[in-house]
């Protein structure tokens, strides 16, 4: 018996977001599945951009909610305004009787009742407190939540497809763990690198972007560095490089506007004084 | 590796909506999106799906393994322990593999002439592998690795053309583009331009075992227990509506509103932990740098988290890194840190009688200390109102007379275990 591949909509990428087939296949079986997509990965993966990407191939709206330390999880359901009530009922011009008029919707409640399937990105959920996706679980799981103060449910219309990134800087909880799709999105390795550079700085000589990936890569080896160069400032660099018109000759010996791809001063320090990197162009 | 029977469920709906698509490596990355959740497991992950599909895809993918060796020989070599090369090599017909690789490099007109050690190792790995003590193996690996280096650099001139006057491509200033210790092997692969990955190279490759972590107390854990260290306060900005007030303050002004503020509460805990980087330490190394990403995770959650490293013993100086470069003196220390500072010391407070007691005793020859240690210690725990230590030595080897048992008489002494953490812990608020 042959299983035919039953039909869902198809995230196929975007043009401005380049996708690895697995984790394509994943974001497919996320959406299938009707599961959360839980993404991590370092820094300058692209992991928000995932969410992004998603939403303008699939053509729905996005709701991005960025999660703080601060962020409570009941932030994202809804928020009674009790203050804004107990001033109205001093002046009697607006209707304080009806409590509704005082619950305002979070994230989690917008998408919930959009009245089209949208695509609700929960950026950087690690950022909370470690009991944060715990609070979550449920309203997750059944896509509904209950408002106390004036009993109604809120359930959703469409169950939104639900991106959720960590940049692995807490342990998130098992519990959590179980109900997600997991993916962990690895380093681009320098060939896949290439083809995000283009997708920046499309009309970049070859040789120079060569030339930045190898320099590229080799500053990601060195040890001891505080924070490695990534995605990101590899791309400011070689906009800033194409601005400043540096030619592969003058790239050879020293990596001009280093300030550019280091952002740490110690890194910077430990580079220029110690491996003896230059940041001067060089000349020949 | 933990799958519960909910992810197993949802596991067995995907195979049957068919979401693998009978391709190997599709299922390699929908089990582990659907199994596995930890980077931690993905190492056991791959152990798995190797042990179970290793002997069936080999032999199909073969011609495919060899342009992948070819191209980056080391990415499948290097990942693999010593007995599971073999395997890999038993599994290959050894004599088609050599002769692929001898005609693809005829092709790319090199001239081969590896070193002894090489051409012995092609010709019969097994006889070879076996021979070698581990530190030889690693030794041939090295050379192998250079002599293939050079193959490489060669290959590229003549093929791409990609070198820009003639510039260094890999390996700049004698650096390993295959990365230190295990690390993912990025640097060579940019000459490959075909990169279809068969599932079981994508698990030969081992990327994650560097997250492999088989040991009981995780972070997690640890966070959970320092997080009890909580001294919550009123502070900051007024921003949560004071009910109770506010409806006494209301009642009082006859009705008219009267809202009261309040700060919400906020953690006002201070931490002080001072790690002991010597070099008996080294058993306990990957517990008690746990200890201190847990704590320095929570950093946002105390309102203050400072950490300082000592060697053995804490003398008249304090260091601010595990290189013992930067220093702050012990005496500062205790000035600038208030007494309501928790002090947690992890150490295994094992060392000579005469590094506690004695003047000079300290173990770094240069660092001459005037005053003994178990005085500092002592001045440390005088100062503090609560402190601790935590010691990764298992409780049975607190021998009387020892210098664990010299130190317990000053700091409350606690196993660096779940429950000890937790002891500990209480004993801090």
């Known amino acids: 018996m042959r299983v035919v591949p039953e039909k869902f909509e198809v995230y196929n990428g975007t043009d401005d977001y380049i996708v690895s087939p697995e984790l394509k296949d994943i974001v497919n079986v996320a959406i299938a599945l009707e599961r959360p997509l839980l993404i991590r990965g370092e820094p300058g993966t692209g992991k928000t951009l995932l969410a992004h990407s998603i939403a303008k191939g699939l053509g729905k709206r996005l709701i991005v909610w960025n999660i703080k330390s601060t962020t409570k999880a009941k932030d994202g359901l809804y928020v009674y305004d009790t203050v804004q009530r107990l001033y109205d009922s001093r002046f009697g011009d607006k209707d304080v009787s009806n409590i509704k008029n005082y619950i305002r919707l979070g994230k989690l409640g917008e998408a919930f009742t959009s009245e089209t399937q949208v695509v609700l990105l929960i950026d950087e959920i690690d950022k909370a407190d470690i009991e944060f996706p715990n609070d979550l679980l449920n309203e997750l799981d059944e896509m509904s939540f209950y408002i106390y103060e004036t009993g109604e449910t809120i359930k959703a219309k469409h169950r939104p497809i639900v991106v959720i990134t960590s940049n692995a800087e807490k342990e998130l909880p098992d519990a959590f763990l179980r109900r997600c799709i997991f993916h962990y999105i690895e380093f681009p390795d320098p060939e896949l690198m290439e083809r995000i550079v283009y997708v920046h700085h499309p009309n970049v000589r070859k040789e120079l972007v060569w030339q930045c990936l190898e320099k590229f890569y080799e500053l990601r080896k060195v040890e001891y560095l505080r924070k490695k160069p990534s995605t990101s400032e590899l791309i400011d660099w070689i906009g800033v490089l194409i601005k400043a018109g540096i030619t592969e000759k003058e790239l050879a010996d020293g990596i001009p506007f280093l300030g550019t791809l280091i952002k740490k001063e110690q890194d910077y320090e430990l580079l220029t004084k110690e491996k003896g990197y230059s940041d001067e162009r060089s000349y020949y | 590796m933990p799958v519960t029977l909910t992810e197993w469920l949802v596991f067995i709906e995907a195979l049957q909506r068919n979401f693998a698509a009978c ?3 599709k299922f390699y990355y929908l089990a582990r999106a659907l199994l596995v959740k930890k980077i931690n497991y993905f190492d056991n992950f791959d152990e798995a799906f190797l042990e179970t599909f290793r002997d069936m895809e080999i032999p199909l993918d073969f011609q495919e393994a060899i342009e992948e060796w070819l191209q980056n020989p080391f990415e499948i070599l290097h990942f693999l322990t010593p007995e599971e090369r073999l395997r890999l090599l038993e599994n290959a017909n050894f004599e088609q593999f050599r002769k692929t690789l001898l005609e693809a490099l005829a092709n790319f007109k090199i001239p081969l002439e590896p070193s002894e050690a090489l051409k012995k190792w092609m010709q019969n790995p097994r006889e070879l592998l076996r021979m070698l003590t581990p530190a030889q193996r690693a030794a041939l690996e090295r050379l192998t690795l250079e002599e293939l280096r050079r193959l490489f650099e060669e290959r590229m001139k003549e093929q791409k053309e990609r070198h820009n006057g003639g510039n260094r491509w890999i390996g700049t200033g004698g650096t390993s583009p295959f990365g230190q210790g295990g690390e993912h092997p990025t640097g060579i692969s940019l000459a490959s331009r075909t990169r279809s990955h068969s599932a079981i190279q994508v698990a030969m490759r081992r990327h994650f075992r560097n997250y492999r972590s088989d040991i009981v107390l995780d972070i997690r854990q640890i966070q959970l227990a320092l997080k009890k260290l909580r001294n919550l306060k009123r502070v900051g900005l007024e921003e949560e509506l004071d009910i109770e007030e506010t409806i006494d303050k209301t009642c009082k002004n006859a009705g008219e509103l009267e809202i009261v503020m309040r700060p919400p509460k906020k953690n006002r805990a ?33 309102k203050d988290f400072k950490y300082l490293y000592f060697h053995n013993c804490i003398y008249d100086r304090l260091y601010k890194n595990m290189a013992f470069r930067e220093s702050i003196a012990t005496q500062e220390v205790l000035r600038t840190y208030d007494k309501d500072y928790k002090l947690i010391i992890v150490g295994d407070a094992s060392m000579a009688h005469s590094e506690l007691f004695a003047r000079g005793g300290s173990i770094d020859y240069y660092n001459y200390n005037p005053t003994p240690g178990i005085i500092w210690l002592k001045r440390l725990k005088h100062h503090f109102e609560k402190s601790v230590w935590l010691n990764p030595v298992q409780p049975r080897y607190w021998y009387v007379n020892s210098t664990i048992w010299y130190i317990s008489k000053i700091f409350p002494m606690f196993y660096l275990s779940l429950d000890g953490l937790d002891e500990a812990i209480k004993k801090l608020i």
Do not use: I
Not at chain 2, 273 to 302: C, E, H, I, W
């Open chain 2, 23 to 25: 391709n190997t490596k």
């Open chain 2, 270 to 302: 201070k931490v002080l932990l001072l790690m002991d980087a010597g070099g008996s330490m080294d058993p306990y190394y990957m517990l008690v740098n746990r200890v201190f990403s847990a704590a320095y995770q929570l950093n946002k959650t105390f």
